[in-house]
């Protein structure tokens, strides 16, 4: 589900801060305080350590594990001891939900600040960072695809199964004989990881973590900047995109480089917004060296900085064009030069396209019409699913060159329109991954938002991450757990406009005193 930004036109700072806005909530006379909300951080805290302790057993674990072996722990992997282990990697993940929810439910009440939100962030994501890979295996291939053009292999052209090791070795099936999709700054990335950890699986995934994180560094130091332009509230921002459980789960406990892609965009759009064309250019650039996605922002970018040009509309764009392709060329032909790889990841994007799910508009789709055409009698679905996935992908073409011209007024109505496609990238892509949500949530966040907005997004975050199992497997036709993933999303999303749904306050009242007085947020 795309987030909806609110198009109206932002207060001014002092509006957003000096009072509580009344047609938001009702405060029943108490002035409120902005104190750290200690009880909903431990509470998110205790969900990110289960998540930890689970993880160890029902995550992507080693094939041949250096921790569970056949000691005692061995007992996590199989049978009841598994079942066990999972059990407790989806009640941490309850946990972490409910403290996010209720601190969503601070901050849209003014109740909570920033620094509030950074200490969650820090305090949910720390256990994490430690955690077998959670709900996927992709960072496997991540370092396998490293370890290819570590050893003078294409990885663009030949997949993981060309090695042996243990990191080939844990490579999920699907990716062992398929080329690496991702651009040269992150091949870079991946060689990189591999020298510094070694051969050693465990270390390697800590190690690569740990360097995608700096993605998100990247975009809580840029929220603030983007948040001046764009309207919005910097807590809600942080909230949204820093102490989600998409991304403590999804982003960081994976990991995956779709942290490290926003973050270099996000800070790219604020230095474009800040004036500064050249080195905003060049980090978006950076960014679809990382995943290609990220050039769906550039030329809106283009936009920007023709703004600030004199003559009519068309001649700006010409004489901002230029020098953007020249920096975009200086920045991918250095990371391509610099990690030693070709420009064979152009013919590696339709890799993930093997993947069917119907998380994936135009995939989903061509399921349904496959299913009735199979009604009647036997049918491949590849052609089906293929014609689509065409027809998304024009309408993904159309929507970019509609939006991209109604943005050639430059400014932040560029910004707003990139969210858009971005957002739109994700839901008519051939494959469509649960963190793909993220892509345009990190420019979409800084803008203003209603509590209505806000509630999708947390439903649509819950569903997304129960769309896969804590292993990696997807989970998405499994329909008993469907239904009750999308109960809990609607559980999640009225949770955060009506207090307590239901009506639970009173057997744990104590525990979560410091905000049960949360006043209601009127819809």
């Not at 993981?160 to 844990?170: D, F, K, Q």
Request: glycine letters at 12%.
């Amino acid at each position: 589900m795309a987030p909806i930004v609110s198009v109206e036109s932002a207060p001014n700072a002092s509006d957003r801060t000096s009072s509580t806005p009344a047609d938001l909530i009702s405060l029943g006379g108490r002035h409120p305080g902005r104190p750290l909300p200690l009880r909903t951080i431990l509470l998110g805290a205790i969900g990110s350590v289960l998540l930890l302790a689970g993880s160890v057993g029902a995550g992507g674990t080693l094939i041949h594990d250096p921790i569970l072996g056949d000691g005692p722990l061995s007992v996590l992997r199989y049978g009841h001891g598994r079942d066990f282990a999972v059990t407790v990697v989806y009640v941490g993940f309850a946990l972490l939900v409910w403290a996010w929810v209720r601190l969503g439910r601070g901050v849209i009440a003014e109740l909570v600040s920033a620094r509030g939100v950074l200490w969650a962030t820090a305090a949910w994501l720390a256990p994490i960072l430690a955690a077998p890979p959670l709900f996927s295996r992709d960072v496997y291939s991540y370092l396998g695809q490293g370890l290819l053009a570590l050893h003078g292999l294409d990885p663009y052209g030949v997949g993981p199964a060309m090695l042996t090791g243990p990191i080939p070795e844990n490579v999920h099936p699907t990716w062992q004989t398929t080329p690496a999709p991702y651009g040269p700054l992150f091949m870079g990335v991946a060689k990189g990881v591999i020298l510094l950890a070694g051969h050693d699986v465990i270390a390697s995934v800590i190690v690569m973590r740990l360097v995608l994180l700096g993605g998100l560094v990247l975009l809580i130091c840029a929220l603030p900047g983007l948040v001046r332009h764009l309207g919005g509230r910097l807590p809600i921002a942080l909230w949204l995109v820093a102490a989600s459980p998409m991304t403590v789960v999804h982003l960081v406990g994976g990991p995956h480089n779709d942290m490290l892609m926003i973050g270099l965009l996000a800070t790219g759009t604020l230095a474009m917004l800040n004036g500064r064309n050249v080195l905003g250019i060049g980090l978006v650039s950076a960014a679809m060296a990382v995943k290609a996605t990220a050039g769906l922002a550039l030329p809106f970018l283009v936009w920007m900085w023709a703004a600030r040009l004199e003559g009519p509309t068309l001649r700006r764009f010409s004489h901002a064009v230029v020098p953007a392709l020249g920096v975009f060329a200086v920045v991918f032909g250095g990371c391509t030069a610099l990690a030693k790889v070709g420009f064979g990841w152009l013919s590696a994007l339709s890799a993930p396209g093997m993947i069917v799910n119907y998380l994936s508009s135009p995939t989903g789709v061509g399921q349904a019409v496959h299913t009735v055409l199979s009604l009647f009698g036997d049918l491949n679905i590849w052609p089906i699913v293929g014609t689509t996935r065409t027809l998304g992908s024009m309408l993904l073409l159309a929507l970019l060159a509609w939006n991209w011209w109604q943005a050639r007024d430059g400014g932040t109505e560029a910004v707003r329109r990139a969210a858009i496609v971005l957002c739109c990238g994700a839901l008519l892509s051939p494959v469509v991954l649960p963190w793909y949500l993220t892509w345009g949530l990190a420019l979409a966040s800084a803008f203003a938002w209603t509590p209505r907005a806000l509630s999708y997004v947390v439903g649509a975050s819950i569903a997304l991450v129960l769309a896969y199992y804590p292993d990696g497997e997807q989970a998405m036709y499994n329909w008993p757990f469907v239904a009750v993933g999308i109960g809990a999303a609607v559980l999640g999303g009225i949770s955060l406009v009506r207090f307590d749904p239901l009506g639970l306050s009173g057997p744990i009242k104590d525990f979560t005193s410091d905000l049960r007085r949360e006043p209601l947020i009127r819809r």
